[in-house]
């Protein structure tokens, strides 16, 4: 990836949608969002690596997915109530449960890993917009960083005064009503990422994308499950697409010209895009 250029330049030049994974490459002994699971990620190939936020009770930013505390470190506690030298001492669990020798990642670690190499969407951002852009700029990886939130309006005032030049998607569910507008603000906006449960969504429709991307903006689709409950792409899925038929989950996401695919199995999406041209 050439981050001399622009987003849009790179997304032209590569064809297909940028393959976003997932809190890295995990499973089996290899836990999530963790140093192991982005040089998976990036040694198959992902354009963009997702990563979330947490910031310790004295103010230390690592990479850890607030509120899985009780799943990945069997804690009941939070790491917003912990000290860093309590998070420290601690160990990740693989996906059977049993503790590894894998420690949560301090942000600047996990950045300083992946400048130069990927695109690097910083998920939870919202969550302290100064601090975590402090951090952004400490590592020199603005030019690779994309933040996305919903639009809530002090959140959106603190990206205009601390993170108005990092490249911003808002977030949809089912209608897109706030990219246009944002085009006004001192926001650096690149597109939206859209949350869809029924195919007949308005910000899954052609009519839409062409919109977008005639605006000169890109659009993002997960096909990753998070809840079973709370799906956001319909029935396009990783699942469906792995167990049933991939032209039913990832194949009918790239027929919509999409330009980000986030999924938690990037080589057999990216085998997938290979082999259907």
Not at 2 to 16: A, H, L, Y
Not at 83 to 99: G, I, P
Not at 175 to 190: A, H, Q
């Amino acid at each position: 990836m050439d981050f001399t250029k622009s987003i849009f330049e790179n997304r032209k030049e590569k064809g297909s949608p940028f393959l976003v994974a997932h809190r890295g490459v995990c499973g089996a002994n290899v836990p999530c969002n963790t140093i192991a699971s982005y040089k998976i990620a990036l040694s198959q190939g992902a354009d963009v690596v997702e990563i979330d936020v947490a910031r310790s009770s004295d103010g230390v930013h690592y990479v850890f997915h607030p509120g899985m505390e009780h799943v990945f470190l069997g804690s009941s506690r939070q790491i917003s109530e912990m000290t860093s030298s309590e998070v420290d001492e601690m160990f990740l669990l693989n996906q059977d449960h049993v503790k590894t020798s894998y420690k949560v990642p301090y942000l600047k670690d996990v950045l300083t890993l992946l400048k130069g190499k990927a695109y690097i969407n910083v998920d939870k951002f919202w969550t302290d917009v100064e601090g975590i852009s402090r951090v952004i700029r400490e590592c020199g990886v603005e030019d690779q960083v994309i933040i996305k939130t919903y639009p809530n309006p002090s959140v959106m005032a603190d990206i205009e005064k601390y993170a108005s030049d990092f490249m911003f998607m808002t977030m949809a569910w089912g209608k897109d009503d706030t990219s246009e507008g944002l085009l006004e603000r001192n926001i650096n906006v690149i597109g939206a990422e859209v949350l869809f449960s029924r195919d007949s969504d308005e910000c899954i429709s052609e009519e839409y994308i062409a919109k977008m991307h005639n605006l000169g903006l890109l659009v993002w689709v997960n096909s990753i499950i998070y809840n079973e409950a709370d799906v956001i792409s319909a029935h396009h899925t990783d699942d469906i697409s792995l167990y049933d038929d991939p032209e039913k989950g990832w194949g009918w996401i790239l027929d919509k010209n999409v330009d980000f695919i986030q999924t938690d199995w990037l080589l057999m999406l990216k085998d997938y895009i290979a082999k259907r041209g």
